[in-house]
């Protein structure tokens, strides 16, 4: 069975400081990958998506940055933090052909920037 | 680029009775529609999924499909305080983009 981990659960981090969000899939090849985020009471955001390893397509710029140094494993990450960083970050995969648009996604990583 | 607009924002029911949502979308070419729940910071389950006018049941999920009036709705049949969460729809057409309404918020009373 396919499983989506994300790490770490949750972070309190300083305005400035960096930042790095995991994601790892298991169970499943060459899947399509996405970051989102949502403010809290917000809307679920779309950042970026991942067809194939070393591709990262950004949908929405927010002074981060994606890679996707593995098949299975996808990162988000940021030099410097801002406030506006605060939120959940969830990762989440699906497949081409069969049932294309269904999105699986990992428990999510909470970010709280200070 | 694809708007989905959800309503109401929030809803309260009694255990049992029928819970319905909206969901409204501004782009009636795309071709594939969920439903999401999810449980206080959370991740997110898919609960049904319709491609096509009409109906789709999933167990005590149905979603109703109107492309010509933008429209997809939800109903809970018999919802039990633990479905109490956010509801979210999602609309996409192909793999790059997903769109997402911001939630109703569903609390089910015993």
């Known amino acids: 069975a396919q499983t989506i981990h994300q790490w770490p659960v949750a972070e309190i981090k300083a305005v400035g400081s960096p930042l790095s969000l995991g994601c790892t899939i298991k169970g499943k090849s060459s899947p399509n990958l996405y970051w989102y985020w949502q403010a809290t009471g917000g809307t679920l955001q779309q950042l970026f998506y991942?067809?194939?390893?070393?591709?990262v397509e950004s949908v929405v710029q927010l002074n981060l940055s994606a890679s996707r140094p593995k098949d299975d494993q996808f990162i988000l990450s940021t030099e410097k933090l801002l406030l506006s960083h605060s939120g959940f970050y969830l990762c989440?995969?699906?497949?081409?052909?069969?049932?294309?648009?269904?999105?699986?996604f990992g428990e999510g990583s909470k970010l709280t920037v200070l | 680029q694809q708007k989905v607009q959800q309503s109401p924002e929030s809803l309260t029911v009694s255990e049992g009775a029928m819970a319905s949502l909206n969901c409204t979308f501004s782009?009636?070419?795309?071709?594939?529609f969920r439903w999401y729940r999810q449980h206080s910071a959370k991740g997110l389950e898919v609960l049904v999924s319709i491609f096509s006018d009409g109906e789709k049941e999933e167990g005590r999920f149905t979603a109703h499909l109107n492309r010509a009036n933008l429209h997809v709705s939800l109903h809970i049949r018999e919802p039990q305080p633990s479905d109490s969460a956010v509801y979210l729809c999602a609309v996409n057409t192909g793999y790059q983009n997903f769109y997402f309404g911001k939630g109703t918020s569903l609390t089910v009373i015993p």
């Open positions: 991942s067809i194939t390893v070393g591709q």
């Open positions: 782009d009636g070419t795309s071709n594939n």
């Open positions: 989440a995969w699906s497949l081409l052909g069969v049932n294309t648009g269904q999105l699986y």
